[in-house]
Nanobody, 114 residues
C-alpha cells in the first residue's frame, strides 16, 4: 500500500531524501508522516504534515529535516540535511486517512557514519 525509498548510507553532515507513495486505493489522506526506530529503542515520530500543508517536527530534527507532500500524487517526502549518527534508524512512512485508518510503509534504513 505504501512504497518507501531513499534510504542509504551517508557520512555525518550529509543529506538524504526519503520518498513514500501511497497506492491509489487509499483515499482521503489526512495526515502523512515519518517515524523512525533505532536499534533497542521505541519507534518515534519524526515529522508529520496534514492535508493543509501544516507540519510539525520532533525537536531533535527541527531545522534539519523538512517534510513535504503532493496530495495529487499521494506522495510524502522527507528531506534530511546535516545528518548525524544519532539519526541512524529504520524510517517508516505513515498515513492516516479521514476514516482514521492507519497505513505503514515497509521501512527504509538510514545509516549515518561518523
Amino acid at each position: 500500500q505504501l512504497q518507501a525509498s531513499g534510504g542509504g548510507l551517508v557520512l555525518s553532515g550529509g543529506s538524504l531524501r526519503l520518498s513514500c507513495t501511497a497506492s491509489r486505493n487509499i483515499f482521503s489522506i489526512n495526515v502523512m508522516g515519518w517515524y523512525r526506530q533505532a536499534p533497542g529503542k521505541q519507534r518515534e515520530q519524526v515529522a508529520i504534515i496534514i492535508s493543509s500543508g501544516s507540519a510539525s517536527y520532533a525537536d531533535s530534527v527541527k531545522g534539519r529535516f523538512t517534510i513535504s507532500r503532493d496530495n495529487a500524487k499521494n506522495t510524502v517526502w522527507l528531506q534530511m540535511n546535516s545528518l548525524k549518527p544519532e539519526d541512524t534508524a529504520v524510517y517508516y512512512c505513515n498515513i492516516v486517512d479521514y476514516g482514521a485508518r492507519t497505513y505503514w510503509g515497509q521501512g527504509t534504513q538510514v545509516t549515518v557514519s561518523s
